[in-house]
């Protein structure tokens, strides 16, 4: 089922979206912006474990990341590796490193194409490459269980010559809830349109619930943004109002409902072992072919309790934000699947269906108005459709396509599809669920190679 928990968590500034702009493969979503199609959603395990993990179930010792960079000579592609780990019953550190051999063979062959006559000072010059600053960044995550319950991370990654970033979080894990307190220095957003933005200082605290059997689910939060933030790779427009300096209280409740159309049960191992057949599925959460239907519906508030007079975007006009808002936001999704993915071939076919609802007031006022164009419109009045293909091509290898259409835009002149992500995924046998996944965005012109688990 397509992840319906992807509408609350997005009214929060904790929505992390996969990207290879910085060390932990994250940037954050963008309060306000349409949902991120699934795809697109960070895996939840930290990268570094992931590095870790990989190197000692692959023969994978490095993992390749594509991203063109606002400092076009840092290189767009770059391969990633866990360079030191440790690991104690309380204690864990980790230390990374990203080399950019595309950087370093256009440079050399800078280098050699402006040579008149070769002397011993042209190997000098090319050794110096080898160890320039700008061909490395380096990473250190360090993670420290204070109780059973509690745990503190900090990472700190630094990317040549060209900037530093921190990050601290504290977990606190209750019989019900979950407690975050996170802040960094600086924190990157990205938002619907693949345009990222750095916040100089984010710092947050959440309390979320879990799932509960009357599929009642709330979140609480407070954030706070300091100093003006900062375009990455968008050329014009100004910042996105949620990431101007304040502080801001929010809260969303949502309430999510499933219906089984048909379900056929994963076969138990008793079956297995009784029919004298080995087998087990490629991943246990796609191991039921199913038809059904299920939804999320509710609601959000957010309080600016400290909004700056005369905030100043970078287009030199003062911008005025709402100190008190609320708004209803729903989803509805579809999901067939074909197959128990227990064969090697032709044993695996899903596809999921998701109309979401960002924002209900700006759909409505959209309706009201006669569906006119107006350029200053909020960018959620239009309802997306979320569509998802899955398809197994051999053994644990699995095609995927995400993709989000805008339905407002297919009225009119605009390109309906918003954005589209395409990845290869390889599904580990001996994990519950744990999978590889390769991913590309066209539209961000950028991917990576990531651990997963427990999602599907």
């Not at 051999?101 to 080898?130: C, G, M, Q, W, Y």
Request: glycine letters at 6%; hydrophobic letters at 40%; a neutral charge.
């Amino acid at each position: 089922m397509a992840k319906l928990r992807t509408a609350i968590d997005s009214a929060f500034f904790d929505l992390n979206v996969a990207s290879p702009q910085t060390f932990d493969g994250c940037a954050r979503s963008i309060p306000g912006d349409p949902f991120p199609v699934d795809g697109s959603v960070a895996s939840r395990l930290l990268r570094p474990l992931q590095l870790s993990f990989i190197r000692a179930n692959s023969p994978l010792w490095v993992l390749p990341s594509f991203s063109p960079t606002s400092p076009r000579d840092l290189g767009s592609f770059s391969l990633h590796s866990l360079l030191f780990r440790f690991a104690s019953p309380t204690w864990w550190l980790g230390v990374t490193g990203q080399f950019r051999p595309r950087k370093l063979i256009a440079e050399i062959k800078n280098e050699i194409s402006n040579i008149d006559e070769f002397d011993i000072s042209i190997v000098k010059d090319v050794t110096r490459h080898f160890i320039n600053k700008s061909m490395f960044s380096l990473g250190i995550h360090s993670e420290f269980a204070l109780t059973s319950s509690t745990s503190v991370s900090f990472s700190a990654e630094a990317h040549g010559e060209k900037g530093r970033r921190q990050k601290l979080m504290v977990y606190h894990k209750l019989p019900e809830h979950d407690l975050t307190f996170e802040a960094a220095w600086p924190q990157l957003f990205v938002d619907h349109k693949g345009k990222y933005w750095d916040v100089p200082e984010s710092i947050s605290a959440d309390l979320s619930s879990l799932v509960s059997e009357s599929g009642i689910r709330y979140h609480i939060g407070i954030h706070k943004n300091g100093g003006n933030p900062s375009s990455v790779n968008a050329t014009d427009g100004s910042p996105p109002l949620s990431l101007l300096p304040g502080l801001c209280a929010k809260a969303a409740a949502t309430y999510e409902m499933s219906r089984d159309f048909w379900r056929e049960k994963a076969d138990s191992e008793e079956d297995i072992w009784d029919n004298k057949k080995k087998s087990t599925p490629y991943d246990s959460r796609l191991a039921e072919p199913h038809a059904a239907i299920s939804g999320t519906m509710g609601g959000s508030c957010a309080s600016w309790i400290w909004n700056p007079e005369n905030i100043v975007g970078t287009d030199s006009r003062e911008v005025n934000r709402s100190r008190f808002s609320a708004d209803l936001f729903g989803s509805v999704c579809y999901s067939y699947q074909q197959g128990k993915f227990t064969k090697d071939f032709r044993d695996f076919t899903k596809v999921d269906a998701r109309l979401d609802i960002p924002s209900a007031s700006a759909f409505a006022k959209k309706v009201f108005s006669g569906f006119k164009r107006d350029v200053n419109e909020q960018a959620a009045a239009s309802p997306r459709l979320n569509l998802i293909f899955q398809q197994q091509i051999a053994g644990p290898f699995v095609f995927r396509a995400d993709s989000r259409v805008s339905l407002m835009s297919m009225l009119g002149k605009g390109g309906p599809i918003e954005d589209f992500i395409c990845s290869i995924n390889y599904s580990f046998k001996s994990l519950p669920s744990g999978k590889i996944v390769a991913w590309f965005s066209p539209k961000r012109k950028e991917g990576m190679v990531e651990l997963r688990l427990l999602e599907f």
